[in-house]
Every structure is written in structure tokens, then in C-alpha cells.
RNA sequence: UGGGGCAUCGCCAAGUUGGUAAGGCAUCGGGCUUUGAAUCCGACAUUCGCAGGUUCGAGUCCUGCUGCCCCAACCA
């Protein structure tokens, strides 16, 4: 625990316009010292990494501050929030490592009281009851540059309008028959405040609440009573909502009973190259089988990404990378590689692991016999890992990209006549390869010389390359899934006139390999396990993994400085 | 066209009483290397959307312009 608390000291966190903004808010005074934020998804889809940046300032800045962040599902539109949903979400930011205590709320558990200040509003003549239909409302708003026009429902009486919205409450009207609107301004430039909906009818079951209701709050309304209602001092919400923070401060300042004053402030929301972040666009990518689920280690949800192998150190590493600010904004998503790689470089330890297997036959080395050597599970370390012993034998398994039969001359690794390094082993010369009918190479040969075992030459000669293998007496079998991403385009989001977004997706996402080569004392690897596969990359171990039959998902891979030299590959 | 926002290196992003452009990623050199990985060293904005103005001095102040984003769901 306190053993990494003494290496170098955590840089100060980067200076945003958040944190200075409650820091300014301390020193005044403001909210009696208190700093409390919150993180208000919709239970209506899973969480992705966007949200993950969401969660990390709120939680994050709460936590700097000595203040608290609640967890609160912002459930106000029945029709699309589900319990999956709310489980999902709960899972996902503990994963990610914030404690919301037992602050765990739902924006459906202030329903009674935001129906008794939407009461006292109709009383304070500052909400009325519209009979508009949904197409009336639409129309009457106006547009941009003209003025609404006054729903006929604001002349009506105070008493007309607590009886009406009494009744709505009971259930007396069908859906759409009658909303409850604020009394602000159609004239209003800010088409927020052109008197906006505050409750509609619907009659259908609440995720939380049931059939409790049948008339259910706006979002407007509702997440500026819940903050309040919560104390929350500190309310960071996203720049499309800038336009609803005059509406927030009208609900704050008109509604009674409440407390305290919250502030709301926008932060432009994550976008990253190559990713879909819209909630309903993921959901249709679910849906109609484009991936497998929302863990889909393809996906950019908590979810997929998890099983993907990313680590909660590497997201919130992110997150803190990116910054915050107020301009809209895209990462490219080789920030974020660099994250996982920079988490997992540190603490995965090595294996050798062949993932297009060719065989190389030592033919000076008999048929049965085995050579024991020893190799270091974290060569940056060797303390830190131990080591563990590797069979040595005739026959191995390398890469088949470790072999060229006419190399160019960067080419540092198997060509015949060429000589190289097997990891921890010995030295290996190339005398030819074994070709079937077609003329493919089915079989490498070579030899080894016994003075090099560990790697080193005794007369000092040297060797350019270093390759990974396994022995084939000893090696298990093990599926591999190699993931790209999932879309071709940098901007997913870009819409292209006659072209459907889905035309976009990658044909190639996903690679599945099923005879790769495992160390032998890898098959008893946990779900969830990580290492580094030498030269290829962090795998980590997949929930499909079946005794017998490992499955691996490649996680990232590593930088290939000769493969960007080489140019793009041809596969 | 009304209102609300944003414009600093290829991508993020600091820059706050105006004082002479942080950092990260990427990229490019070089060292080291039993992972073409990691690591280490070095390079990388005379310039801050554009044009004027104020000032001894402006990314920071003023004026005008341009570009992009958001708002006309009984979604959030």
C-alpha cells in the first residue's frame, strides 16, 4: 500500500478551469466550504469512455477538494431506462475506482417533492397547465429569430390549474393530453425559456418507481430540483447543455422549498478519432449483431473496454491527459493506447506465446531429448517477477513473420544462412526450409549452437535479431482475438450524403486465430489475467476461456517502429 | 438571419493585475538493448483564426471580420 506512495511524487494535477474555478469558490467561502458534485447518467444504454471522463472530473474534483460525489440515475423518461442499465452503471464506475459511499440516488426518488414544488409554482402563478397538443407546442414555440406564441393555458386561473394538475396526477387524462409548462417568456431569444415542459403524461412503469406515477418530470426541471435537493454545490454537465443553465438558475431561484444554490458548469465532452460515442448508435450496433454485446471488446464502453483488457489506471491516467476544457475537441485515439500501454508495461509479465505458428526443426538436436533454461518473467525487474523454467526441444514454433526465405537487408530476423537469437536460448542458424507441392514453406530448419545457451556467445559474436518461441511437444493450443477498430474513418460521426454510418464499420475488427502456441504453464491463467505476449503485444485472459482452451484477447499492441519503417502491412 | 459558446504546434492543452508561448501524445534524429518493446538524450509554435487599434511592450485590452459548435423533443 504505502510502498508506492514513496516513489516519485504524483505531478500536480494540470491546471483546468474547473478546478480553479471551486478553488475560487473555497477561498470565498462559498457553500460553507462544502464541495459536493454528482454523476447523473440516464439508466438507458451502458457507459462509455466519454462518460468515463465525466466520472473522473466529477469524482476527481469532489475528491481533491475534500468534498463527496454522488452517484444519482437521472431516471425521468420511463420509456427508455431499464435495470440492466442501472447495474451496468453502478459496476462500471466502481470499476473504474470511485466510491460513491451509500450516496447512490435516482432522480425518481424526488418525485413527491418536485411534485410539491411544481405545485407551489402553479400557486405562485409561475406554472400553468397546457392542453396543447405535442404538434400545437411545436409550432407556438416560434423559431430562432421569431417569438412564441402564449399557450392559451397561461391565462388560466390558479385554482383551474392546481385542479387540472391534481387530476393529471390521478390519471384522469390519457398520455399527451395535457402538460404542465413554466410561466417564463415565449418571446424569449433563449428558446429554453420559451415557458418549457415540466411534467407529461405517461402512463407506463417506472424502472424504480413502478406504476407509482403516470406523470413524470422533465429533464430540465427534475435535474436542477435534484441537485438542489441533494446540496449540490457544483453541477458539471456538458457544452450542449450551456443553453439550459439559464433555464437551471430560473428553477433555482422560483421553486420553493430549496435550500441550496447550485452552479451549473459545461465541459466540452470527450470525442476520439475512430470512435462512436452516441449512446443510440452503440445501442444499434448491439442490436443488430454488428458486435457481440456491449462488452464487445471493440466497443468504447466501460464494458467492452474492460474486457478488453484496459485498466482502470490507464482510463483515469487518460482522462487526466486530456484536460478539460470549453472547446469542443478530438483525442486521437493513440493517447489512449499510450495510456494502456504505459499502465501495462509495468505490470505484465512476459511470455512467449507464437500467434501464426511455423515450425523450426533444430537438427542438431536429437528427437528426445530436452534442454531446461530458464527465462525472466520481467527482464526490466528480475526481482520483481521471478523467472520460470522453458523446455527447449527438436522441434519449436515460431512466427511465421520471423522467417523470410528473401529477406531485405533490415530484415534482422530468420532468413537461411542467417543467424539469430531464440529468446532465453541459444543461438539458431538457418540451413533451409522444407517446401509441400504448392511450393510453401511448411518447415524451417536449423541449427543450434550449444555454446550460446542463455543467448550469449562466448566469443563475443553478435546477432541483430531476437525471436520468441515455444517448444512444440510442450505448447498448448489457445484461441486469439486480435481486435482493430471498429470503424475505417476517423470521424464516425461525419454524416456523408447517400451513405449510411454503417457503411463505415470495419470489415476486419475482429481476427480470430485458433491454433495459436502457449507456454505450457500458461493454460491455468485466470479470466481477467494479463501479460505481455514478447513482440506482440498485451493479451488478457477472456471470460469465454474454457478449461483446455484458453482464449486471449489482444488488448494493444505493441509500438512497431519496423513495421511503420516497412509502411502499411499488406494483410 | 436571434441567442449562447469556442478559436494557442499534426492531436490534446497550460497561459488569470499585458512583460516577451508549459506539458503530454504524435513525429524526426541519436545512445542503450537477449522484446525492431521499454528506457535515455536531443529536435520540434519569432508565434497564438484574420485585420486593424491602444501600449515602451498584447495570446492576454479595444474594434471589425472569418470559421466551427449548441438551441425551435411532452429526450437527456
Redesign the pocket.
Known sequence: MSAESKDAPAPAP????IR?LVEADLKAGKNGGRVMTRFPP?PNGYLHIGHAKSICLNFGIAKEFGGVCNLRM?D??PL?EDQEYVDSIKNDVRWLGFDWEQRFYHASDYFGRIYDIAVNLIADGKAYVCD???EE??KG?G???EPGQESPGRKRSVEENLDLFTRMKAGEFA??KY?LRAKIDMAS????MRDP?LY??RHTSHQATGDTWCL?P??DFA?ALSDAIEGITHSICT??????RELYDWFIQHCRPLENRPQQIEF?RLALTYTMMSKRKLLLLVQEGHVRGWDDPRMPTIAGIRRRGYTPEAIRDFAE????????????F??LE?CV??DL?QRCA?VMTVLKPIKLVIENLPENETIELEAVNF??DAAKMGSRKLPFTRELWIEREDFMEDPPK????LAPGKEV?L??AFFVKCTGVIKNEAGEITEIRGTYDPTTR???APDGRKVK??IHWVSAKHAQDAEVRLYDQLFTVADPTAEVEGQDWRQTLSKTSLEVIHDAKIEAHLSGAAVGAQF?F??NGYFCVDPDSKPGKLVFNRTIG?????A?AMGPKKE
Open positions: 494540470a491546471s483546468n478551469f480553479q440516464e437521472d425521468t423518461n427508455k396543447l397538443t405535442e407546442v411545436r414555440r423559431t430562432v429569430t398520455d399527451g402538460t431569444p433563449n428558446m429554453k415542459p407529461r403524461i413524470y422533465l429533464y435535474h457544452l450542449e447543455f450551456e443553453n439550459n466540452a491527459k486530456i484536460g478539460v476544457a470549453r472547446a469542443n475537441s478530438t483525442v486521437e493513440g493517447l499510450h500501454r504505459d508495461n512476459r527482464p526490466e533490415q530484415f534482422h530476423r537469437r529468446r532465453w542463455g543467448g550469449n535479431g531476437t505481455q514478447e513482440r505493441l509500438r512497431d517502429s519496423f511503420k
